[in-house]
Each structure stands twice: as C-alpha cells, then as structure tokens.
C-alpha cells in the first residue's frame, strides 16, 4: 500500500466510526473508508466465516511460538531492502460491544468481535526507514482457519501500539510496535498471527494465540 493510499485511507475514517475493510488475499486494497462502509462490514463479515473442507488455510506455514522472532529481509519502497527482526507479541481479543462501538453500523458487528495483534519490528540492517513502514502491512489475522476482515484506522488508540506515522529515521537497533485490528467471529478458538515478506507468499510465518 503506498503511502499517499495509506494517508487518503486515514482522512476518510471518523474518529469515533470506522469502517470495515476487507484486504484481498491478493494484496488488492478493497477499503471503502466512512463512505460505503456498511458495504464493506458486509463483505468482511462473510469473509469470515470458516471455510469448507480447511479451504482458506495458508500452506506451507512455519509456525512460531508466541514473542519468538524470526530475521528477513524486506523490501520497503523508499528505504530499498532492510532486514527485519519480527516478532508477533499479543493478540488481544476484545468483545461483541467493542466492535460495536468500532463498526459505523452496530448491526454488521453482530456475531464478530476485534483482534488487535501487536507485531514488534527492529531494524538489523539497511538504510534508515521514514514514517509509514511497508512492513507492517502484510500482516493478517486469521480465526479458525478462515481470515479476518481489517479493520482500517483502529490501532493507533490501541494500548501499547505506535503510530507507523510518527517514525522517523528507523535506524539499525531500533524496534517499533505496530498493530492491525481484524474483526472475526465471536468464539474463534484459535487466532494466528501471519507475516510474510512477500504479501502473496503461501509460505507465511505464523503466530499461534489461544482465542475464546
């Protein structure tokens, strides 16, 4: 996502009333912002419901142990290639009222409550990164097998996340905690954290947290 979408992106959602967008599978941004919202809460609460037959599962995933980092290189637009030390820290599962208050139409969060991951990044190499990170963006959330729908413009008031707007000059040493909220439906009993270098990668890392 560049960053002029990622800034439209932020302009067009309230404070106090997001939107729901679903991001492709195929890194195709499908955000309506405020206008059309209830739209796109209708799409991201289809895309959530289990898939058939295990349809839906990343293959060839390599697991990780919650805070267990992992080392690779990636390629951010303006800095060209850093490595990253990467580490999904918590996924903190929040309620059916959370997501009320989080969706423009209360009634589309019916059956779904919010996912905050939050995803310790530390720069080991590679020039200096500027504000709005590329790395943080090929982060999903999934709930029993079956992706979430990202909610856009709801981590930055989450506690203990930063804004990736408010870096400057990442240098090598330095570590940022960015986090994405995904609405998946209430009672999933397992949530997995995904990151890839590549965003159309079968082959993500993934974090393991217990659910409901």
């Not at 969706?103 to 500027?130: N, Q, R």
């Not at 029993?144 to 804004?163: P, Y």
């Not at 998946?184 to 217990?210: L, M, R």
Request: net charge negative; glycine share 12%; hydrophobic share 35%.
């Amino acid at each position: 996502m560049s960053h002029r979408k990622k800034l439209a992106l932020r302009a067009a959602v309230p404070v106090a009333v997001l939107a729901l967008a679903l991001t492709g599978c195929n890194g195709d941004d499908k955000a309506e912002g405020a206008k059309g919202g209830a739209g796109a809460a209708k799409e991201t609460t289809g895309a959530a419901k289990p898939p058939a037959d295990g349809a839906g599962e990343a293959a060839g995933k390599k697991e990780l142990a919650a805070g267990e980092s992992v080392t690779s290189p990636f390629k951010e637009k303006e800095a060209g290639q850093v490595t990253y030390e990467i580490a999904a820290q918590k996924a903190d599962v929040g309620t059916e009222a959370d997501a009320k208050k989080m969706i423009d139409d209360p009634a589309k969060a019916k059956g779904l409550v919010p996912v905050v991951a939050h995803v310790k990044y530390t720069h080991k190499g590679g020039k200096p990164v500027g504000s709005y990170p590329d790395v943080a963006d090929n982060v999903e959330v999934y709930a029993d097998g079956a992706r979430g729908g990202l909610l856009i413009g709801a981590s930055e008031d989450a506690k203990g996340c930063e804004d990736d707007g408010d870096v400057e000059n990442w240098a090598q040493g330095q570590s940022h905690t960015f986090c994405q909220t995904y609405m998946v439906p209430v009672g999933a009993k397992e949530i997995e954290v995904h990151w890839a270098a590549d965003e159309d990668s079968k082959e993500p890392y993934v974090w393991k947290f217990k659910g409901a």
